[in-house]
Structure formats: C-alpha cells, structure tokens
C-alpha cells in the first residue's frame, strides 16, 4: 500500500466551477500536509501548508484536513483557466520525510 | 528573496556519459533534498541533507548516483555512468527545519534525456 493516495484524473470543469481535489494516506504520523500546483515544464510550488486537522483559507483555495479519516482535501472556488495544472498533495512525517501523491491533472475550460 | 535555483535547465547525453545538476537553495534553508520525478508521477525523494549531512540516502542508487553539498549551501547531484531509464526530472527543495513543520520550496527542476 503506498503512503499517498491521489487520483490522477484527468478532471475537467467549466471556468466557474467549484473544484474538490483528494488524497488519502496511510501513516496516522503524519502532521503536515501540503498542496502543491505544478504547470507544465515547472517545479511544483507551494499553494497550501496545514497543520493537523481543520481547515485554512487563502484566498479562493481551501485546505482541508481529517486526521480521523486519513483524508485531505483541496476546494478551488470561481476556478479560472490558469488554475490549470497538476496538484500534488504531499504530506510530511516527524522525522521530516516528505510523501507525494501522484498529482491531478485539472484542466479549466473558459 | 530568490528562490531556489537550479542549472542546467535541460540536458540531453547519450547513455554511459555522465552528467551533473547543480542547486542554490533559498538563503537560510538548512534542508535540501534531492528528488526525481517521472512523467504522471509524484517527486521521489533521493536524498535529503540537514546542513552538511545527509541525513536520508536510502533511495539514491549509489552504484551510479553520488551527491554532495559543501559548505551546506548548495548542492551537486551526480550520474556516472547514466542509463536510458534516468530520464527525467530531477528537482531540487529546500526548507527550514527547525524542529517543527516546515514548508519545502522547489526548484524548477533539470529535464534529463537520456539517448
């Protein structure tokens, strides 16, 4: 069983729409829990940083975490043709190892 | 602030040639790491240093791969002899670990292709 768990899509939604993107793990360690968004031909950058379970909100990005259910997530609001790129949930353990998931590919068509 | 930085862009060789990616990581950063990713997949890590020290070198294939940061600055990820399957992108993070969470920066990473 890999540590991350993430669909790989591809998904496809109208500009507008509301995005939810998905990843489920196995370690019960782990504690901090990232989204990353990686356009082609780029290195994956930092859109999301949470803490243990909750939510947090930046902008029209929403993080969410549940401990309980080995479950995070990551809602796109009024999605817009250049959140276009692949998401990649990562989550870090205590000794400061970092776990990827596959990535999404979301594709936002005007 | 700069982020981090890498070089060569892109690089092409034939197989059995060697080849060396070079990192700066962001200012301040103790952490760096090493990672490669595959088309469609997630980085995987191939080592990971605190400071000078690496500290997570179990998945470096060590009969080709070699590695080294001086100074715990910047970075020198090394193939001798590379193999046609080493193709990819190798990336380069960095973080400050100070003994919580920390937040891990990317590179824009180094396109291998290997012929």
């Known amino acids: 069983q890999k540590e991350v768990e993430q669909d790989p899509g591809p998904l496809s939604v109208p500009e507008g729409a509301i995005v939810s993107l998905n990843c489920t793990y196995s370690?019960?360690?782990?504690?901090?829990f990232m989204w990353y968004r990686q356009y082609s031909r780029k290195g994956p950058e930092l859109l999301m940083y949470?803490?243990?379970?909750g939510n947090k909100e930046d902008g029209r990005f929403t993080a969410q975490v549940d401990k309980s259910s080995k479950y995070i997530s990551l809602f796109i609001r009024d999605s817009q043709p250049s959140d276009s790129a692949t998401y990649l949930c990562?989550?870090?353990?205590?000794?400061?190892?970092?776990?990827f998931g596959t990535g999404t590919s979301l594709t936002v068509i005007p | 602030e700069a982020g981090v930085v890498q070089s060569p862009r892109y690089k092409i060789i034939e197989k059995k040639q060697p080849v060396a990616f070079w990192c700066n990581p962001i200012?301040?950063?103790?952490?760096l790491y090493w990672y490669r990713q595959n088309l469609g997949q997630g980085p995987e890590l191939l080592i990971r240093?605190?400071?000078?020290?690496?500290?997570?070198d179990s998945q470096l294939p060590k009969d080709r791969f070699s590695a080294e940061r001086l100074k715990g600055v910047d970075s020198t990820l090394k193939i001798q002899p590379a193999e046609l399957g080493d193709s990819a992108v190798y990336l380069c993070?960095?973080?400050?670990?100070?003994?919580?969470?920390?937040?891990?920066?990317f590179g824009p990473g180094t396109r291998l292709t290997v012929t």
């Open positions: 993070a960095s973080s400050f670990s100070g003994g919580g969470g920390s937040e891990q920066y």
């Open positions: 370690n019960s360690a782990f504690q901090y």
């Open positions: 949470t803490y243990s379970s």
């Open positions: 990562a989550m870090m353990s205590p000794g400061n190892q970092f776990y």
């Open positions: 200012s301040g950063h103790n952490t």
């Open positions: 240093y605190e400071n000078e020290e690496a500290v997570d």
